[in-house]
């Protein structure tokens, strides 16, 4: 009993340090670790009926340290009927926790998305990145990375200065967060999902995208 309580209570001390990345706390959680100097972070985003089985399950198999100066560290806690699982590196990884995580998915009838790797500062931008993947998560394929979204694909078969250009033109009004709500709500595909993956309710990403009508002189 007492080895569950100690779980349970590491649980929640992963899930307070997700949430202080998120909130932009960098410095203190880097600091909680030892300041090991771990500058990058990979997101998962899971979501399935079995989310509470299947925490267990990668707990286990991950065996999560807090060691201070470790190479790497897996952060992981539920959060808003979410699995969000955080790798934090130091640019790196090497495939051990995506493939845990695509067992998981597979056995548990998951869904997943990931996002990484980025600047530890940018936890936010993975985290909701990670959800916009998620959102195109299918049976046929449980795990899916931010950059298999949208576009993305085109990329490689377009002479990409000219659009750069242009893309650089037409976003000038918008601010980072300006750009990053467009991102997210393009990648996910409707108001609701794009609220879902930021965190927000869908009367402020409604109003924030009347906000980018209004910059933009389009309509949205």
Do not use: C, F, N
């Amino acid at each position: 009993q007492r080895a569950a309580e100690l779980r349970g209570e590491q649980m929640r001390l992963h899930t307070t340090l997700i949430g202080l990345l998120l909130a932009g706390h960098t410095a203190a959680v880097t600091e909680t670790l030892g300041g090991s100097g771990l500058t990058h972070v990979t997101v998962y985003r899971l979501s399935g009926i079995d989310l509470p089985t299947a925490h267990e399950v990668l707990w286990r198999a991950v065996r999560p340290s807090l060691a201070p100066y470790a190479d790497a560290v897996t952060l992981m806690g539920r959060r808003d009927g979410e699995l969000v699982v955080a790798e934090l590196h130091h640019g790196g990884d090497d495939g051990r926790i995506l493939r845990l995580v695509s067992r998981l998915s597979e056995r548990h009838h998951l869904l997943a998305g990931l996002a990484g790797p980025l600047p530890l500062a940018e936890m936010p931008t993975a985290h909701s990145d990670a959800a916009a993947a998620r959102h195109s998560a299918t049976p046929d394929r449980r795990v899916v990375p931010a950059d298999a979204v949208g576009a993305s694909r085109l990329t490689p078969l377009l002479r990409t200065a000219p659009y750069a250009r242009w893309a650089e033109s037409v976003l000038r009004p918008l601010s980072q967060a300006h750009q990053h709500l467009l991102l997210v709500w393009l990648r996910t595909g409707s108001k609701p999902r794009a609220a879902a993956a930021l965190g927000l309710s869908a009367g402020t990403v409604r109003a924030r995208i009347r906000d980018l009508s209004r910059l933009l002189g389009a309509d949205l």
